[in-house]
């Protein structure tokens, strides 16, 4: 192992520094291992059940008028995450497209989107109207409120009370914390937010921004209440395979408007070629409770020897998981900077450039990215990003084997090592 991890460019005290906060991770890693045990059965019954054959990979063209492999694998999503309906598609271009269509399907002027969880993800912000943006929520007279969290993170169920009214007519709640400080909720939590905000206002209409989260726990948030979730096919739930696309599964009335929003009005579910994409996503869904686990261990590995040097780590080295992302402050640009190139360097595809930091529409300041992936932007491939502010943190994600996060991991720590801006010999 020493050999081949050394003509990888690791030492052998990072590699040992690596190995000896392996040791204590065996328990946390036998639990990975048996959600996503359950979880591939969960996929495979779905699959079993739906009866998908090899005409299902044959995909269509043009209109894409009976596509079996299309509504087969619209089937299998609805079966695994436990809903009446499901609308998979490579015409879905990322997360935040999936997220639009489900919220301007089943919004119309006059109604309230209420966020009990505070702000958003980024590229919401523009879809809803919270920044004006041509064609968003807000444009056709859909009005929007938000109740922050409190301080400690859990919800603020009086003023979510409060903010519930006869406009109301659909809750967003992001499952993972995204580029915010907050904790990721639980699937539990969001089930016990759902039942308080449906014992309030019962036809109220429950949609879970379900990114980063597919296959961590045993349950998905569809388990305990939510009316719709939804997800990109380049993050967990494509499993690394899938090359485009996103999904929405939850009720039949609110993915049959989704498909109309989708496509058109009166067109629906029925359209929509599959063109040669279905066998990546159907393998992919088959493989993505182990790519899951991989990414899961990779996050845990990282909190658990950042920790141990010293720097806070979000989620922190022992807490529970609930998606796959890990965050690390760095507290300078230099480490920031290191990290990213090590993540780079330890990639399968371009692993030769080195990232620079650069000025990004959107952020106020620098940032720099790293991923060497095989499907252009895909996060649930090894890679990571910060912007270059204080406190410099690292976001830092996937690896579509646990082998390969944990290079990656090792990797980094190597240019810290290497540039004198860490101390193995403080542990
Ligand atoms: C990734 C992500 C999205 C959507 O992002 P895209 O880049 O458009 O796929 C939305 N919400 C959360 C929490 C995410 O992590």
Redesign the pocket.
Known sequence: MGYIYGMLGISPQVEGFGERILEGLKERFTEIDQIAEYNQAKVLRAMQENRVSAECFAGSTGYGYNDQGREVLEKVYASCFHTEAALVRPQIV????A?AVALSANLVTGDELLSPVGKP?D?LEEVIGIRPSPCSLAEYGITYRQVELLEDGSFDYENIKKAIHSKTKMVTI?R?K?YQMRPTFSVEQIGDLIAFVKSIKPDVICMV?N??GEFVELQEPSDVGADMIVG?LI?NPGGGLAPVGGYICGKQAYIDRCAYRLSAPGLGQEVGASLDVMRSLYQGFFLAPTVAAGALKGAIFAANIYEKLGFRVIPNSTESRHDIIQAVELGTAERLIAFCEGIQAAAPVDSYVVPEPYAMPGYNSDVIMAAGAFIQGSSIELSADGPLREPYSVYFQGGLTWYHAKVGILKSLQYMYERGLVSLHEV
């Open positions: 990322c997360g935040t497209h997220l993800y590229t992001q993972s995204g921004d990114c980063y990109s993050k």
